[in-house]
Structures are given as C-alpha cells and as structure tokens.
C-alpha cells in the first residue's frame, strides 16, 4: 500500500543552523511528492512540490527538498532556521487517481 | 477565486446533536476530501470524493457521512456528536491528475468543533 514515513515526531533546531526533515514514500510509482506547513492553529501551506523533472525542488520561506529515487527519500532543508519555522511539517504523497496520503508531520521546535 | 470555503469555522455541539459541514471549491476539482486533526496529531482522512455522485471511506470513517452532488460541494454530516469527535476538520480539493504542475491539494482553514 501507498505510505509515507516521517521518522521524526520532533525536532529541537537552533536559530540560525541548518534544518533537514525527513520523508521516506513507499509507491508502485513516481509519486507527486509535497511539502506542507501548519503553523499553530492554522491551515496547511504549501512550501514545495516536486512532480517530476530537476531532483532539487525550491519553495518557498527559503525551503527546498531533493527527490532521491534510490532512497525513496524527499527530505525537506533549510540552511538557516529562523523562530518564525517553529510549525509543524507534513509531507504528503499523491499518484495518478490516488488519493494523498498524509505522513504523521514533524514538529518543529527553534531555541534560541 | 476563493479557494476551498469551509463553514462555520468554530462549533460547540452537543451529545447527540447534528450538524453539517459545509465545503465549496470554485477551481472545479474532481478529488474533495475531508480530514480530521486531533491536538498534536498529524491529519487523518474521513472521506473522499473523485467526482460528483462518487464517495468512498478514508481511514475513520464511522460516526460521519457525505453526500457529493455537484463538483463545487462536499458537506460532512455528524448525526449523533460524540466527544470523540471533538476536532479541527479540514476539507481539501485537488485537481486531476496529470495536471502538469497543477498538483498540489488546496485546504479550506478548518473548522474546530467541539462537542460537550
């Protein structure tokens, strides 16, 4: 069955390091892949998404994430995390008629 | 274009009540879903649509129903409120698929419901 992992409940990052999250997808096929952000309280944004073509995919916030097909992986990164990214992130995965399939989300925390 | 519209946003209910959320898309998307968050959990789906007349069960599907008659409407019925259903819900649409690089589901801004 289709599924995509989050392996990362939480994630503590320091304000102004480098942030990677995690997305492992398990499809027959390709998936269009996506990345989306809920802040507290708030709906769902998209940051990015990646349906086929160049492996590195740009968002926005300064948010990108690489397609790698032999890993099976679209990991989500940002080379410097600001206290407004504390949010929770939900990659999701979607294959011709399919319906999207949600990953469990990783929260977010930024220290100081 | 507005989007996905979900409405009311904020509800209390009570046991055994009755209410009906509603959600509308101007974007003419055959796919409509609807999906619940409980506190500090990731989204889990209720029900989905393909396309006018067509509804099928997500994965907690028992305690709702929906209805799709036409393309824009996908309401979500809760016939008896119970306080498991205390949620934020959230409707989303997507286009069909290929859709060059219009793929992405569009979410309304959910509705919080809470049953006492």
């Known amino acids: 069955a289709q599924s995509v992992t989050q392996p990362d409940i939480h994630i503590t990052v320091s304000e102004g390091a480098s942030l990677e999250l995690r997305c492992n997808y398990s499809y027959g096929a390709t998936p269009y892949l996506f990345w989306y952000v809920q802040s507290p309280g708030q709906g769902l944004q998209l940051l990015l998404k990646y349906f086929s073509g160049d492996t590195l995919v740009q968002g926005i916030k300064g948010f990108e994430a690489e397609f790698k097909r032999s890993q099976s992986s679209f990991n989500l990164r940002k080379p410097s995390v600001h206290w407004s990214d504390a949010a929770e992130y939900f990659c999701v995965g979607r294959t011709g008629f399919q319906k999207l399939v949600f990953g469990t989300g990783t929260r977010l925390l930024v220290s100081p | 274009n507005a989007g996905v519209t979900q409405t009311p946003k904020f509800r209390i209910l009570k046991i055994g009540q009755s209410m009906t959320l509603q959600c509308t898309q101007d974007?003419?998307?055959?796919?409509m879903y609807w999906y619940r968050q409980d506190p500090g959990m990731g989204l889990k789906l209720i029900y989905y649509s393909v396309g006018a007349g067509i509804t099928d069960k997500g994965e907690v599907p028992n305690g709702y129903n929906v209805s799709r008659s036409t393309t824009e409407d996908f309401p979500l019925r809760l016939e008896l409120a119970a306080p498991s259903q205390t949620s934020v819900y959230f409707c989303?649409?997507?286009?069909?698929?290929?859709?060059?690089?219009?793929?992405?589901?569009?979410f309304g801004q959910g509705t919080r419901l809470t049953v006492v």
């Open positions: 974007m003419n998307h055959n796919y």
């Open positions: 989303a649409s997507t286009p069909p698929l290929p859709g060059g690089g219009n793929t992405e589901a569009f």
